[in-house]
């Protein structure tokens, strides 16, 4: 489908590199880029397992996109490999522990940076 936009037509479709590869070729080489300080996540559930640390509910492979990881100090940059600034948590215990932060700044009068 295209359309025309000052007398000019303009095709909804990417243009063609010349190279098609497939959806996974794709992700493949995506996933060669990804930086290991970036992958912190998968480190950290096999240093800790798929626990919350705060409600410990157990987590498997079937469940495990709601486990996530939270950095204890709150610099998501600081990454050590041994695991020391990583928590896993459930969605609904990080989202608590962030919301906890968030009325502890409001009640002391600082201002937080909204993150």
Known sequence: MSRT????RKSRRPKKTGESKTVDE?????RKNISPAS????????????LCAKCGREFDNKNRHLLTVHHKDGNHRNNPPDGSNWENLCVYCHED???????????????GDGT
């Open 26 to 30: 794709i992700v493949r080489e995506l």
């Open 39 to 50: 992958n912190y996540r998968e480190r950290s559930l096999s240093i800790h397992g798929l």
């Open 97 to 111: 522990e962030h919301s906890r932060e968030l009325l502890g700044d409001y009640l002391s009068g600082e201002e």
């Open 5 to 8: 936009y000052g007398g000019r």
